[in-house]
């Protein structure tokens, strides 16, 4: 079961420098809620690699809080984003808006969608880790 620890940091790592080449690769600039996920998936490579280190079997219990809140924001950004949450509620008023379409491969997967998708994926993979190990 220590692998799925090891997905989940593999996740947050592509996560985190796939933030940074969208970035200073092709220079988009983030949203104030693309900010508030990286402050989020950030720490969570360096959490997950000590507790992988450390072979700490509840690293879940200092995980969990940064991942969920993540995947909350990233959920209410995918939403901004694909218009379920009326633009009104966004909380870009100025600087780089939370719906500019700045990507969009296969007519959906867009950089709020993969936020998302990493979000969950490293939630998922740490629930099943948690009750693998009880």
Not at 86 to 103: E, F, H, N, Q, R
Not at 112 to 119: E, G, Q, R, Y
Request: hydrophobic content about 55%; glycine content about 6%; charged content about 10%.
């Amino acid at each position: 079961m220590k692998s799925l620890l090891y997905v989940a940091w593999a996740i947050a790592l592509l996560a985190a420098l796939g933030s940074l080449y969208f970035q200073y690769g092709l220079h988009l600039a983030p949203c104030i809620l693309c900010w508030y996920q990286r402050i989020a998936m950030y720490p969570l490579v360096i959490l997950l690699a000590v507790g992988i280190l450390r072979k700490d079997t509840k690293v879940y219990l200092y995980v969990f809080p940064l991942s969920v809140s993540g995947f909350f924001i990233a959920l209410y950004h995918y939403l901004l984003y694909i218009k379920i949450i009326p633009d009104t509620y966004a909380p870009c008023s100025t600087g780089v808006s939370c719906t500019t379409k700045l990507i969009e491969w296969f007519g959906f997967i867009n950089i709020p969608f993969l936020s998302f998708i990493a979000f969950a994926g490293i939630n998922l993979l740490l629930y099943i880790y948690r009750h693998a190990n009880k």
